[in-house]
């Protein structure tokens, strides 16, 4: 009601590190709430990141007027980040990097902010609040200290799209540098590939880009940094750091990057280890499933989802699809798969007869194909996949480049589908030798 002030308490009686967790909501309606005060020390320099398990009453991603509250991240009382409480109403860790500290007493503090927010999502409820501390003696120091600090694209603010959900890191040691890579899985891409093509080419309609690169001493000590441009250029970073973190700012709308340039909202992800040379990146979609079901309500909000496919922008449910894994190299040539069901006498391919939705690329690889409603693994009667010329069979020498065209398989991985909660179930026990294949060859690879 106008004029009255609402009082909801929060059970607190946590402890962090060196403080008292204190949880409250006590603002009128028209100003912006503090949810959570933070009092913490440390005793070395260190780099510090928080695990806040949070839900949004009335909240759904999927639901325009009700995507998500968000709360702005004080440090010692400057702005620090914002964080898009994305999950509603179920409770629901997140995980966010506060950087540098230097020995001493420090403040966190989480506003509401309803400026940002969704109209019809109510205020945040917070649960838990925990901070961990990393000095200098921890080997995660250096992966923490150099990740990248992203300003949202301008045109994504107050739009609840395109937000990066998990960032990662790999470690290349040479003898006397350390390369670390950061990656991030953003919720969806705006521009770039259609939705569709995102399926068959790359097995998700999530954005996975490579954010920046930096060579190190084993001390810290930067000797080299590159970023991902726009175009998906590899550009040499000049542009301003906090302590050693990078300032980049997601400038396009397939998620590219430029160390130039602020908007008025930023992220900063904890970063967290995985490596890709024995898997797909889309494992760690498998490994955090709830980025299926962010993908998939995103999706449905913009008219992305219907209940039929059309070349372009419409997929339908993600949940009807199968999801292969392969590790191929190929040469001139693509690679597609195709399903048949036990009783039906129609085949379902991944590249939906088009060239362009054929794998080209070589490594670990996913695409997926779209299946009837209700498909269930059992009914998976028969696998093929096959290996295709991409090139003009007019051009010049093209008799020479299709006698060296071909794939390379070494293995198809996993193939599953996605159960009602858009967890990946069980894979197919498929085990195949390396296998080399001329264009136009055809392999069956289940049973």
């Known amino acids: 009601m106008r004029g009255r002030r609402r009082l909801r308490a929060i059970r607190a009686g946590l402890w962090g590190i060196g403080g008292l967790l204190l949880l409250h909501v006590f603002l009128p309606r028209a100003y ?21 398990w949070a839900r949004v009453p009335k909240a759904n991603w999927g639901e325009r007027g009700r995507e998500a509250a968000v709360i702005t991240i004080l440090l010692d009382g400057q702005y620090h980040q914002d964080v898009i409480l994305f999950a509603g109403e179920t409770p629901f860790r997140y995980s966010f990097h506060l950087g540098r ?3 001493g007493t420090h403040t966190v503090r989480a506003l509401w902010n309803r400026a940002r927010s969704a109209p019809h999502a109510a205020a945040p409820l917070i649960e838990s609040f ?31 799209t395109d937000i990066p959900l998990l960032m990662w890191y790999e470690v290349t040691r040479e003898r006397q540098t350390l390369t670390i890579r950061y990656s991030v899985i ?44 726009t175009r998906h250029r590899t550009l040499r970073f000049r542009g301003q750091r906090e302590d050693d973190h990078p300032l980049l700012m997601v400038v396009s709308d397939n998620n590219n990057f430029s160390d130039r340039g602020r908007s008025s909202m930023r992220f900063v992800l904890r970063p967290i280890p995985f490596d890709t040379s024995v898997v797909a990146r889309e494992e760690l979609m498998d490994q955090h499933p709830w980025t299926y079901r962010i993908m998939t309500e995103e999706l449905r909000r913009e008219g992305k989802v219907g209940t039929r496919l059309r070349v372009g922008q419409q997929i339908l449910d993600p949940r009807r699809y199968l999801y292969i894994e392969i590790e191929s190299e190929q040469r001139d040539a693509g690679v597609s798969l195709a399903v048949k069901r036990a009783g039906d ?17 070589s490594g670990f690889l996913r695409t997926t194909i779209p299946l009837p409603e209700g498909t269930t693994m059992p009914q998976i009667e028969r696998v093929l996949l096959r290996c295709d010329a991409l090139f003009d069979p007019r051009a010049q020498r093209a008799d020479e480049r299709w006698a060296r065209a071909g794939c390379f398989i ?38």
């Open 32 to 52: 912006t709430q503090t949810l959570l005060e933070h009092h913490f020390r440390v005793d070395a320099e260190s780099e510090v990141w928080a695990e806040l």
């Open 101 to 103: 500290v230097r020995p």
């Open 345 to 361: 006498r129609q085949w379902y391919t991944s590249d939906l007869g088009l060239a362009y939705f054929k794998l080209e690329r």
């Open 130 to 160: 925990t901070l961990h501390v990393v000095d200098r003696t921890d080997p995660e120091f250096l992966a923490l200290a150099h990740a990248p600090v992203l300003y949202a694209r301008p045109n994504s603010i107050g739009r609840f």
């Open 186 to 229: 953003f919720s969806n891409e705006d521009g770039g590939t259609e939705t569709n093509a995102l399926m068959a080419r790359w097995g998700r309609a999530t954005d996975i880009e490579w954010v920046y690169e930096v060579t190190v001493t084993p001390e810290g000590r930067v000797l080299d940094a590159r970023y991902q441009g």
């Open 410 to 447: 070494r293995g198809v991985r996993k193939m599953f589908l996605l159960d009602s909660d858009f967890r990946p179930g069980p894979s197919l026990p498929i085990r195949t030798n390396p296998i080399h294949l001329q264009v136009g060859d055809m392999l069956e690879v289940w049973p």
